[in-house]
């Protein structure tokens, strides 16, 4: 396994600053919710001006209203938006995978519908993969849709969906007959479909992103399947490894990074300097790691296993980092501060165990890699 | 030629001369190894322009050495004798390609005096009492070349078991000297290298282990098919993957900038002693004896964690960086560079 070294070219830093003028008007500090990574807050404005600047669905075509633009180009906007923990919760999903996933496995009719939606940061997506029985083993997912002429018969729940309150779209794999892995089909669902209930599951720092999302007997046009029935599984397998591979991985911590780097505490303690520099030592190696892998992307590959090699270690870093800055910040960090970043600090030592598990467990992902060395 | 043409050219010989399973023994004078049959190849001067003396190649092909020596766990001073090349074309000194040269890895005093004599010290010179000449840079930023016959030395040894020999030097006569590269160059050419090479005898370490973990059979199974093995397995191709990728990004640099030196080494010296740490935990007692090939690998990696730098030091310098710097991702995010903090 071998990650090519890369750079980034004179127009890419181009966008790069441009991107930072943009965000130093648009989101100046103290304005907004400050956010982890892509857990950022929900602001359907922000998404709408992002996209009104070309930056959300930069990797669609351009004939669907994308910007047509590379992988690394994404990254370079992704970057500046996680180091702000900026405002993303709204487009998130269909800008990172949802997106893409249509456009790969779309009808037609399905592509002009929702990939301009998309790019102008008005759709949002929610993944509904998860159930109560099926995490680790979603191939064990009950959630049926039956077919009934023209007609799918939606009966199921899902859990842990992600932002599936605020979302326009959910995009729900569901068992459409016995087999294992063939028996699984992708639909897409609009908000406000009769039959769907969705209830916020309080997520361990007060927050309402995760939510419980209940079918009872939903129906829905055979135009609302993505793909072929029974492709769901590999369809699925695909958006994951879009899912791992990129920065958004492990640059929840930066908001906190950012401004812990030159507080007093680390400007006076040569103790809190040597972590400092450990953790900027390390952050800078994963960058180049995955601006490799947007280069394999780019290059029409799959990277796989190299997007789970990375996430693996990366995000347990980002675990290991954290503690560090809350042992030389001396004492539990409240939630209600009226510092918003004591604040973040505070939350994000609630949820950093999430970054381990979202997207992939760090178990499952090193039998990924495990099987992807035997190949090799 | 390539990067990658001169790896494959060069790899039946570096698999002959040493073979990618045997365990080392313990290391003697340089006129006991390979040495000579390196020199012909005039593998000790890549990454030196013809003109001075060298035998061509960039420092590409040079950190592409590195790591072929790493992986195959080279017993002759390959990053000494080529940084100390270096350094002798950076002063414009004149290289005799038929002697063997090394560097002090340690701390160095030496001094000239007015009657162009140097007296001092030179701590950790690998090979130093079996190499015919020795650089170093002397306390006032002046490179010195002198002959390791003038000096007394102390013979010491590595944790690999390779010698580290300890220079004194008392009004010795030198054989050159100039002004060329600082000190705190030096030490990032070298640096760079030994990343390399470490990422090389990591490449090794997870490939023997992978090899290892299928053959060995426990409770019916090959233990490779325990899960809790595997994780020592997939630790070790990331760190053998991610050091890589830190000597790549160091050798496509036109030139090497302290803050990537400095961060790629913190990072490559403690992926080494994490890589060490799942070695052998995965391979079990047999990877604690002289016997079988690990510890080959891994006593140089713990050996190599230290050299030009300890992590202690370096990140402390990174973290003092970014405690002044306007904005702590750019220094991820950016190729602008800052200054490193003293
Ligand atoms: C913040 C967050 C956001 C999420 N968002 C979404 C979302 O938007 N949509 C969605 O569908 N899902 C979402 N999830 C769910 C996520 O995909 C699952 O949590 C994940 O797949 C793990 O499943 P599980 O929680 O059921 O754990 P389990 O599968 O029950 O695993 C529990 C433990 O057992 C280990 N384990 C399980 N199987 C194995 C095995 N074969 N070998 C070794 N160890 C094993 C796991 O690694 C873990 O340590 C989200 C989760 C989090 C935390």
Redesign the pocket.
Known sequence: MNLAPTKLTDEERNLQTEVRAFLDERLPPGTYPLGLGM?GDVDPDFSRDLAAQGWVGMALPTEYGGGGRTAVERQIVVEELLTRGAPIGFHW?ADRQSGLNILHNGTEEQRRELLPGIARGEYSF?????EPD?????ASLRSKAVREGNTWHVNGT???????ATATHILGLFRTSDDRHGGMTQFIIPAGTPGMRISPIP?IDGTQH?CEVVFDDLQLSDAARLGEVGAGWGQNTSELALERGGVDRWMSLMPILERWATTETVRDSAAAQIDLGRILARLWAYRGMSLSIARLVDAGRFPVVEAALVKEMATQFEQESLALVRRHYGRAPSLNSADPWEALLAQAIL?AP?WT????????LR?VISKGLVQR | MSTSDLTAALADFFSATWPPDAAAGECGPLSESPWNSFRGLDLHLVGIDEAAGGSGGTFADLMALAELAGYHAVDVPVVEATTAAWLLERAGLPIDGAASHSIPIGPTNLVVGDDGTVSGTLIDVPWGASVDLVVAVDDDGQTVLVASSDATTRPGVDLAGQPRDTLVLEDVRPRGVATGASAEQLRHRAAALRIAQTAGALQATADLTRRYAGERVQFGRPIGAF?AVQAHVVLLEQMAVMTTGLADRLAIEPELHPFDVVAAQVVSAENAVEACRAAHQAHGAIGMTREYRLHTLTRRLHTWSGDFGETIDLSARLGATASQAPSFAQMILDDTRPELAS
């Open positions: 857990a999903t929610a993944i509904g993969m998860s099926a995490g680790s083993d979603l899902k859990i842990w969906t992600s932002g599936a997520f995760f949820v999430s598990l979202r997207g992939g467990t760090t178990e499952i039998s | 899960q």
